[in-house]
Nanobody
Framework: QWQVVESGGDLVQPGGSLRLSCAAPRFYEDYNANVIGWFRQVPGVPGKEREWISCITTNGGITQYTDSVKGRFTISRDNAKDTVYLQMNSLKPEDTAVYYC???????????????????WGQGTQVTVSS
């Protein structure tokens, strides 16, 4: 299907783990994979923009994380399956949000932290961390 689809969101206790998946077709015909970014947003919070969490380059050679998830989240990809994963460990209540993944074309170096540079977005998957 020609769309980005996230899955894996769930209710989990603090300290628990989840693995999110992002299935995205190869949108850019000149490239064999997309740059993928993960973002999150808490619905209903005025003025709260979509927060960038992590991104990965087309071959997985470069990964980046926002400070609040470093050491707890790991992004990876399986290009044979056109799927990117976000392994989330040591989850905290403040990680509760709707998680989105998005696709962007490759750039000269690294991957973008800016939402407007991502052209294709999924519908999101809810992650709730609560006891």
């Amino acid at each position: 299907q020609w769309q980005v689809v996230e899955s894996g969101g769930d209710l989990v206790q603090p300290g628990g783990s989840l693995r999110l998946s992002c299935a995205a077709p190869r949108f850019y015909e000149d490239y064999n994979a997309n740059v993928i970014g993960w973002f999150r947003q808490v619905p209903g919070v005025p003025g709260k923009e979509r927060e960038w969490i992590s991104c990965i380059t087309t071959n997985g050679g470069i990964t980046q994380y926002t400070d609040s998830v470093k050491g707890r989240f790991t992004i990876s990809r399986d290009n044979a399956k056109d799927t990117v994963y976000l392994q989330m460990n040591s989850l905290k209540p403040e990680d509760t949000a709707v998680y989105y993944c998005a696709a962007a074309p490759p750039r000269n170096y690294g991957c973008s932290k800016t939402a407007r540079e991502y052209q294709y977005w999924g519908q999101g998957t809810q992650v709730t961390v609560s006891s």
